[in-house]
């Protein structure tokens, strides 16, 4: 009880502190003596009334306001999931509440705090249910994943609202900052009755949420009943969730940093939890609004930057804890499958593969059928895709002619738009695919588990950040002109990720969930960085930093498929090595495989991949993931698809690319959007379908 009183004097006196820092901090002329003067009854002239009560009183008010308001709905996900890491901006419902938001002001011209208010609970609202009705199902880390993959697509769709209207992206790339700035006191107050209802319900929730804590079962024979709880709780975490995204835009891992704090602070019994919860968002949200109006004087830093600074490394910690529980899911399978491969019985043991010896005189190959066949497979989809992406279009050109336009004939337009247009497009397409699968397979491999890919573990984005970088401070006039340095970028993320992790391959989901702090850390610079351009500039950086083809071509494809003639048969070499990998470190000596020295040369060449792939097309989102997953699937648990997976990621990307070219009317819908729309429910699938925890 001593402790709970010391946190709670603790919190107040220091939220009382910074209220009194935001009143008197600000970039103008304006002395804390003078705004002490007019808070005191002093007047004052109209400069130093605006500056107090137009801008600094409804900016204080809305940092209490939002901070409680997602402080309290991250503790009510994390009780009512019983998931240390449950958190409304980790999970998709910030993301939903965007979503409305942005489709409110496109639709209909929103722009009251009531009416964000309104759009902004109609995303929200299936976003926390869909986050409920799953959470039960999956381990504490498994739901973060599903909650990245409910982001993705939210997100995917959001951007492609805002792909044909820059209007309400140049809005979007400012709000989606979490910025406080500017914000009117009509905006606070129309929120406040919303938020008001949501604290009053997390109060009523607190002792059904106790006993929830102990189990279904338990929770019933104490007269409670948990699904009645669950919907309480999804209206509560919609209502305040909702409210702060409507005033702040969504501001990602306060509720992370509020929980932890209240549940390190006060313990688990939920009402203390609750207080404590929204007294630790209102502080961390306002500390980190003072700290942005000085740290970058006489500009001010990006509000969700300096929240996700202090909110990843807390996402590491807990994610590290012994409270979760994780485990592999490996794509090497430790054991020999179940079903006896054809002439197992009379061997008298189970075939290691379906591999037949091609002889000839004095020479014999040892071929896999099935994952012969299912690269002669590929190959044809891929040969289907390139044809239908040179097709595609408002040419309104056959497949005929088109084929005859490849080969230098036809028309003298339709052989223009195809050699010089379209084809240097899906070139750069089929390579950027390529190196995504490949880089993909690999990583699985390297940690032992499908979901390690290069877009969870943050190494696209290291390559993005170091690209943009790259190209902000060059005379370049285009950003992709820089691929070469993506692979760098790609390295000092994957070192930051293991060095973070503890290694590979031992940690399980914990080591995808330290990469996804960094995405999402790696998310909020490159956000910041959008907001410091100008409108023509951003959109364009916007685009590719989404992933895009637009305006690619053989400039940057034709390196990167010379670097893929080097590492296609660099990884191919290192096959057999990798298998061995699937044992301890004293069974793959023994038999003569060094571990340490492959996992390093796996790194460096996924790595290097991801990278080159960053650069082309910038961080196209879920190729990675699906195709390793897609091509073992055709070919079969005996071997790693180091063919079938560059062959699936080249023709995902050119189908991806065409659907986004020929999708909208008018506009042009970036690939690595149509990936993440796509991505998110195979990702969601893929941890659904894995029985391990």
């Known amino acids: 009880m001593f402790t709970q009183v010391r946190a709670f004097g603790l919190g107040a006196a220091a ?8 009143m008197l901090t600000g970039a103008g002329r304006v002395t804390p003596g003078q705004v002490l003067d007019h808070l005191l009854g002093g007047g004052g002239d109209g400069h130093l009334r605006m500056v107090v009560d137009t801008l600094r009183l409804p900016r204080t008010l809305a940092a209490l306001v939002v901070g409680a308001a997602l402080g309290v709905s991250g503790m009510l996900l994390q009780s009512v999931t019983r998931n240390p890491l449950a958190e409304t901006g980790l999970l998709g419902v910030n993301a939903g509440a ?15 705090g009531g009416a964000y208010l309104g759009w902004a609970l109609g995303g929200a609202l299936p976003a926390t249910g869909v986050v409920l009705a799953i959470g039960a199902r999956l381990s504490p880390l498994k739901l973060v994943l599903a909650g990245a993959a409910l982001s993705a697509t939210l997100t995917g769709i959001t951007t492609a609202v805002l792909v044909a209207d820059p209007v309400t992206f140049d809005q979007y790339r400012f709000w989606i900052l979490g910025s406080l700035a500017g914000i009117p006191m009509d905006r606070v107050l129309a929120i406040a009755p919303a938020v008001a209802a949501g604290l009053v319900m997390a109060a009523v929730a607190a002792r059904p949420l106790a006993a929830l804590a102990l189990g279904d079962d338990l929770a019933v024979a104490l007269g409670h009943r948990p699904g009645r709880t669950r919907l309480w709780v999804t209206v509560a975490v919609t209502l305040l969730s909702a409210s702060a995204v ?33 007294l630790a968002g209102a502080v961390v949200l306002l500390g980190a609004d003072v700290l942005a109006r000085v740290v970058m004087r006489p500009y001010e830093a990006p509000v969700a ?57 004095g020479w014999s190959v040892l071929v896999p059928v099935r994952s012969s066949v299912a690269a002669a497979a590929l190959l044809a989809v891929t040969a289907v895709a390139v044809v239908a992406a040179v097709t595609a279009g408002q040419a309104g050109m056959t497949a005929g002619q088109a084929l005859s336009a490849l080969a230098g004939a036809g028309e003298g337009g339709h052989v223009l738009l195809v050699q010089e247009i379209r084809l240097p497009r899906v070139v750069a397409g089929l390579v950027a695919g390529a190196a995504l699968g490949l880089s993909g397979c690999l990583t699985q491999a390297l940690a032992r588990n499908r979901l390690a890919t290069p877009d969870m573990l943050g190494i696209n984005q290291g390559a993005v950040i170091a690209i943009m970088v790259a190209g902000m401070a060059s005379a370049s006039g285009t950003l992709f002109a820089h691929w070469w340095i993506g692979p760098v970028g790609a390295l000092a993320a994957a070192v930051a990720v293991f060095a973070v992790s503890g290694g590979v391959g031992r940690q399980g989901y914990r080591f995808i969930v330290t990469g996804l702090a960094l995405t999402t850390l790696a998310g909020a610079l490159t956000q910041s960085l959008l907001a410091w351009q100008g409108l023509g500039s951003a959109t364009a950086v916007h685009s590719w930093s989404v992933g895009s083809l637009a305006g690619r071509g053989y400039s940057v494809a034709l390196p990167v498929a010379a670097g893929l003639a080097v590492l296609v048969p660099a990884a191919l070499a290192l096959a057999r090595r990798v298998a061995v990998l699937r044992f301890d470190e004293d069974v793959s000596a023994g038999l003569g495989v060094d571990p340490g020295r492959t996992r390093i040369a796996l790194l460096a060449l996924a790595v290097v991949l991801a990278g080159l ?24 648990p005996a071997r790693l698809p180091l063919v079938g997976a560059p062959l699936t990621g080249a023709a995902l990307v050119v189908i991806a690319d065409t659907a986004g070219r020929v ?31």
């Open 305 to 361: 930057l300096l929240v996700a600074v202090l909110g990843a490394p807390v996402l590491v910690v807990v994610a590290r804890s012994r409270a979760v529980a994780a485990g592999p899911g490996d794509l090497v399978p430790s054991r020999a499958p179940r079903r006896p491969a054809r002439g197992a019985a009379r061997a008298g043991g189970p075939s290691p593969s379906d591999a037949r010896v091609v002889r000839g005189r």
């Open 246 to 278: 409507a005033v702040a835009g969504p501001i990602g891992f306060l509720g992370l940093l509020a929980g932890y704090l209240s549940r390190s602070l006060g313990g688990e019994r939920a009402g203390p939890r609750i207080v404590l919860s929204g």
């Open 15 to 22: 939220l009382l502190a910074l209220c009194a820092a935001s």
């Open 663 to 693: 999708a909208a009317d008018g506009a042009e819908i970036p690939v690595g959007v149509v990936t993440s729309i796509l991505g998110g429910p195979f990702l969601l699938w893929t941890l659904l379908s894995d029985r391990r925890p």
């Open 613 to 636: 792939a960053a650069g082309v097309a910038g961080p196209v989102a879920f190729v990675a993931l699906a195709a390793p997953v897609v091509a073992a699937r055709l070919a079969g």
């Open 98 to 112: 965007a979503l409305g938001v942005v489709t409110g002001i496109v639709t209909a011209g929103a722009q009251t």
